[in-house]
């Protein structure tokens, strides 16, 4: 399985602290049945210092020494949007906006509050820009959980969606859980990820998320959500999206 999305980086975020945190996350990670992860520090977020792509690098190459190769460890972020998020595509500010695994995938990140561009005319510039946009727990985002044909929409235009692992588990309650069983009963989920942030509490891990898919939508499912579409990503390939098939 490869995690796409979660915070496994020592201080920079609201992830681990320290680096033998961070390590221990990713042999928790790799213990689970996970070959590879993807780093994804939050980005252009006002409650954390912007951090230089050239540090996040480096502290990504410490992790790696100190994991060692028994797991891949790639680097992207969390980017928030807002409404000046496309003018840091522009340099020379570009450098700042980091992608998947040095892939043409962004992670983005509406704010819970629906402040910032309206998301379908985002979507249409992100791609304009030659980005594939991938977004991330539209559970956890009201103007997404409340609209899903608001999320069908954007999936006709290109945009991807990535839910928690957790959100499908239950840990984050019943209402959570029966809006992403929606989702994917719908075909509108692409990716599960465990936006873990520590050791305990919100931890590494996709197998209990993936036997769930599996008891309810069949192991070819849980295979192209754990496994199959992140390889795309890392690998930059486009991921054929099934039509959305929401109950009109």
Known sequence: MID???????GVDDGPDTLDESAEMCRLAAADGCTALIATPHLRHCRWPEQDPVHLREVLERL????????????????????SL???????????????????????EFSRAGVGPGAEALIHE???????????????IPMLANDSALMERLV????????TAMSLTGEFGRMVRRATIGFIDASLVH????????????????SRARREISRRWGDQSAKELTEDNPLAVLENREIGVPAPTLTR
């Open 86 to 108: 496309l003018e840091d595509f522009e340099p020379p500010r570009a450098s700042t906006c980091i992608p998947l695994a040095d892939s043409n995938y962004l992670l983005l």
């Open 156 to 163: 006709g235009m290109g945009a991807l969606f990535q839910v």
């Open 126 to 140: 992100i791609q304009l820009l030659g980005w594939r946009p991938i977004l991330a727990h539209p559970e956890f």
């Open 4 to 10: 796409l999305h979660l915070h496994v980086l020592p």
């Open 64 to 83: 790696r020494n100190d994991v060692g190769s028994s797991l891949e460890i790639r680097l992207g972020g969390e980017l928030r949007i807002d409404s």
């Open 191 to 206: 990716f599960v990820a465990s936006d873990a942030h520590g050791r305990s509490g919100r931890t590494p891990g996709l």
